[in-house]
């Protein structure tokens, strides 16, 4: 690689309840010409980063 660190798509964030929400960017609606976000949240407990992780691997595929 030459040496620059690639852009995460997407973002993970934590709520106040210790949850991870999960957003990720889907595009334009063609109909109302607004964006459209894909969204998920994922609740708390030990495996909670990798599972928003998946998530977000899911919705970029």
Do not use: C, W
């Given at each position: 690689?030459?040496?620059?660190?690639?852009?995460?798509?997407?973002?993970?964030?934590?709520?106040?309840?210790?949850?991870?929400?999960?957003?990720?960017?889907?595009?334009?609606?063609?109909?109302?010409?607004?964006?459209?976000?894909?969204?998920?949240?994922?609740?708390?407990?030990?495996?909670?980063?990798?599972?928003?992780?998946?998530a977000?691997?899911?919705?970029?595929?």
């Amino acid at each position: 690689m030459n040496g620059r660190a690639k852009r995460q798509r997407g973002e993970i964030e934590e709520v106040p309840s210790g949850s991870l929400r999960v957003k990720v960017y889907a595009g334009i609606d063609p109909i109302t010409k607004k964006r459209h976000r894909l969204t998920e949240t994922v609740p708390p407990g030990p495996t909670a980063r990798k599972e928003a992780e998946k998530a977000r691997t899911r919705f970029l595929a």
